[in-house]
């Protein structure tokens, strides 16, 4: 008998070695052999389980007891109501006005005073989070690898970001079309060009390209949207801690997957809307979990002005209310069937929700009820119209593919990631399949609310990728599911930093703590270094082949403004599906350039629309133009733009008299 202890403190560290080998091979080898991988990853799920990290405990809160009377301060509840009316009337011609915006940020200060709960109110005092990790050394050890965390996910956002990505899309153009109208003082709730669109990245890109000088151009949007996913890093650290109640280590890790996570850095980083669903998500998450482990009505109300502010960033993040829904039969389920708390108070704090939430959406949700058919339409499209097919049978199809995007095949939008390529790098892969047995196993022993929603919600947060069933081609979607990123991050999370205290457990002080640290950290890096490499290399490689390099026309064509008497001389001969002049505007600093020849016949007497063309820019293959030019300037000078991407090269034109300029580089030119 005195040999079995012996024998599990000998066995019980190749657990966690085991478990994360074994699954990690099982991603490896799932694409050459599904069977195999999935055998490997069984057997990497049973080591998990027979380590004994599920069992382990999690944070608990204190379920505050809530008096069942109805207590309200009738002075701001009153002035949120008079101010919500003024806010409401003042949308009204889908304009924010100084007025309206001054009404509903009082009627929303207001309403959440009116209902915030004072000290005498609140009952039992929630108890402090009890870490997972048995670490006691001191309150602040995690402010030093959360700071490497921060510079890390900085690093992933921010580092050549002038360079990667390096050319607009046609959405790009739209979006800066619509920045251009805030800074000129149409300042619109809802955007209606390109299908519509949701405001906050406007007026953030406006702030960026007036007031701070970043000028109407690709890198104001860019950095926008880097911000926003930046800020989602330390959100989903909160999410983890505060909201789920985990561990420190396992906010740390979540926090850390999420800042070299190549799905977040793609998304994030091209300068759409994109990132701000996974931004609202972390947001929301904070409050709706720890008011499930806290029934603290101020969690209740700040999920409900989170769930409001959310809808003004990405359509993707329309789904959250099904979150909310799902998350407050949680609550019945545990505080009032199964707890016995007061069904009164319950079902004031279940109705302040949406009422929150309306309040913050009130703006927008004033737009979407006059103009239905412009709000919905971008969904509406992808959802019903044209829709061939018997729709369930395509939902399932959806789901099956959305399913495989993690570990599989992704999407296929080359602008928003490398196309077919699995949004989750193998050991974060490994992780996140691991991570969803390590949740189910802790739902089925500890039913825990806030785990429970993490594990319903995220399919609830792919659905709006699974929902393109009349276009089904666009599924998955890692923009559309982009609002899931913070809970699978958590997910694959888990089972390594429990994987990790039951190695640090098994070993004797500081030895094992040492192993641990070298596990996590040993994972994390090489997750950075494979995530970075598919961005920087693979990504960039894809964006290039697929992007035309409006930049450079731009570039050629600011060379010769000078020698062609301005830039309103050059033209684009129109191809099709060639290069967005709208771009090239941009690029030049000059939206209104719209400088294009639809006919080549047009330069014998000028375009009769503008200046006299005097440089004509011309696709590669454009044969016609190609020959009449010559034909028509055959005393000017034309040459081959050699660009930085083989196959983008393009004619320059120059009518004949004016002279080549002295800054033009000869190494970038070919006859």
Sequence with gaps: MTRLPILRGVIRPLFPVAALGAAVAGQLELRADPHRGLVLYAVGLIALLASGAPALGGARRAWVERDARLKVRPVPLVAAL?????????????????????????????????????????GAQSLPDRPLSTDRSSRVWPLAPMLVVLLVAAFFRFHGLQQLPPEMTSDHAEKLFDVRDVLAGVHRIFFPRNTGREPAQFYLTALLAGPLGFGLNHMALKTGTAIIGWLTVPLTYAAARRGAGASRSVALIAAALLAVSKWHTEITRVGLRFPYAPFAVALLLIFLLRALRSNDRRDWLLSGLALGL?????????????????????????????????????????????????????????FALQHPEIFWYRSYTRAAEGLTGNPWSIFWHNVW??????????????????????????????????????????????????????????????????????????????????????????????PLAALARVLAESVRRPVGRGLAAVLVGGILIAAAGLNWWTYSVDYRESYDFNSWNTTEVAAVIRQWAPSIGGAEHAYVKSFPYWVDTRNVAFNLGDPDWNSVIMDIRQVKVGNGEGPEPRLIIVNLRDRTAFLTLQRLWSGGEYYRYKSRVPGKEFWVFV????????SLNPGTLGR
């Design 655 to 662: 009518h004949p008299g004016y002279p080549r300029p002295a």
């Design 82 to 122: 008079l101010l919500a009316a003024l806010a409401w009337l003042e949308s009204g011609a889908n304009r924010f006005t100084l007025l309206g915006v001054l009404a509903w940020v009082g009627a929303t200060g207001s309403w959440l005073r009116a209902w915030w709960p004072g000290v005498e109110s609140r």
């Design 401 to 494: 593919n959305a399913a495989l995007m993690f570990h599989w095949r992704g999407d296929v939008v080359w602008v928003n990631t490398v196309p077919r390529d699995p949004v989750l790098d193998p050991l974060t892969g490994a992780l996140f399949l691991l991570g969803i047995g390590f949740l189910i196993v802790r739902v089925v022993r500890q039913r825990r609310p806030a785990e429970i929603l993490l594990l319903v919600g995220l399919p609830i947060l792919v659905l709006p990728s699974i929902l393109a069933l009349a276009w089904p081609g666009e599924n998955p979607s890692v923009v559309r599911a982009g609002g899931a990123l913070p809970v699978v991050m958590l997910i694959a999370a888990w």
């Design 310 to 366: 959310g809808l003004y960033g990405y359509t993707a993040f329309r789904i959250a209310p099904l979150l909310v829904l799902v998350a407050l039969a949680l609550w019945w389920w545990r505080g009032v069937w199964r707890g016995g708390a007061s069904a009164r108070a319950a079902l004031l704090d279940s109705a302040l929700v949406p009422l929150t939430a309306a309040i913050a959406f009130l703006p927008l949700g004033h």
